[in-house]
């Protein structure tokens, strides 16, 4: 069954770095997502993107971050100037059509 | 303001015990309503959704929900829990047009031998 993957798995990086998160979503599906969990709280929206564009985005999601399908297949969220309270899950999803989003494991981040 | 209310934040039922996860909305729109589990290092799996017609939805793995618009409520159901069936789960509604869930707080779900 196809699936939603994301690397890395955990990413460890200091204050101020920037970071680059990695999802391959389902290779047919059409809409695409980035969500975050910060440790204990709820999992939030941050970004939708379709037709290589962003087409919703939450408050949360400020100049710092950005995101990207640079080749087809990956779908990208970067984090120019990471800040400690950005330690969170985040997780990729994606959707071919009908409401239906399918997420990946999640990438833990975790910024020193 | 849209939002999504699990008020058990953990529950611990028996093993062949039956269960039953709260989920509370608010939308001021009809709602497309949705359940997903989250097993340790896995992503968000999709157990069943709702979104018109019959009120009671069947999903994976045994589960059920049924919607109540009177109670804005969309409570997940299991007969018979299994010991594999111990994970996080999380109720969530879709906002249409901006094509995003909006999530609970998630419940805990431990299961005793």
């Known amino acids: 069954e196809p699936e939603v993957t994301q690397t890395p798995s955990h990413q460890v990086t200091q204050m101020g770095q920037e970071v680059i998160l990695r999802c391959v979503p389902i290779s047919n599906h059409l809409y695409f997502y980035w969500y975050r969990q910060i440790l204990g709280q709820k999992v939030e929206f941050l970004v939708s993107?379709?037709?290589?564009?962003?087409?919703?985005k939450s408050e949360i999601f400020d100049d710092q971050f950005s995101v990207e399908r640079p080749d087809g297949s990956n779908f990208t969220l970067k984090i120019r100037s990471t800040k400690l309270e950005d330690s969170a899950m985040y997780f990729c999803?994606?959707?071919?059509?009908?409401?239906?989003?399918?997420f990946g494991p999640g990438t833990r981040l975790t910024v020193t | 303001a849209q939002s999504v209310t699990q008020p058990d934040i953990h529950i611990t039922v028996s093993e062949g015990a039956s269960l039953e996860l709260r989920c509370n909305y608010s939308y001021g729109a009809t709602p497309y309503l949705f359940w997903y589990v989250q097993s340790p290092g896995q992503g968000l799996q999709l157990l069943l959704k709702y979104f018109s017609g019959d009120t009671l939805v069947q999903g994976i793995k045994g589960f059920e929900a049924e919607f109540k618009r009177s109670q804005s409520s969309f409570n997940l159901r299991k007969p018979s829990v299994h010991w594999s069936d111990a994970a996080e789960y999380f109720c969530a509604v879709l906002i249409e047009g901006a094509q995003k869930l909006v999530f609970g707080q998630g419940t805990r779900l431990t299961i005793n031998p």
């Open positions: 999803a994606s959707e071919l059509a009908g409401y239906e989003q399918y």
């Open positions: 993107f379709y037709n290589n564009e962003i087409s919703e």
